[in-house]
């Protein structure tokens, strides 16, 4: 049973960093491929930054360079450091995961995903 259940969003100014979490069950006892969504009301929600089961990360060009996906050791809590946050990054973020390795070109589309978090708000002014 694939449980994820996400943490740590709030306000910050244009400029600060927030570090959000997604404590993830059920899953890392196999292959899979887990990530960062967020969404805007009116929006598609856009994958952000993902990472394998091999440690293969990758991130929207949107986030390169200011965002940073990790794990903790044993894989059990999914981390997304956000720096240097705009305006443009409020939304509300979700964790997402499926029990298998997408291929590059899947790892950041909704639709490859088939377990969700409830989503946790991140607003920059």
């Known amino acids: 049973h694939v449980q994820l259940v996400e943490s740590g969003g709030g306000s910050v100014e244009a400029g600060g960093s927030l570090n959000i979490s997604c404590i993830a069950s059920g899953v890392t006892r196999n292959a899979y491929c887990i990530g960062w969504f967020r969404q805007v009301p009116g929006k598609e929600r856009e994958g952000v930054a993902s990472?394998?089961?091999?440690?293969?990360?990758n991130y929207a060009d949107s986030v390169q360079g200011r965002f940073s996906i990790s794990q903790n050791n044993d894989k059990t809590t999914l981390f997304l450091q956000m720096d240097d946050l705009k305006p443009e990054d409020t939304a509300m973020y979700y964790c997402a995961a499926t029990i298998i390795v997408l291929q590059p070109a899947s790892r950041l589309r909704r639709r490859p995903y088939n377990h969700w978090g409830q989503g946790t708000q991140v607003t920059v002014s």
């Open positions: 990472v394998t089961s091999d440690g293969e990360l």
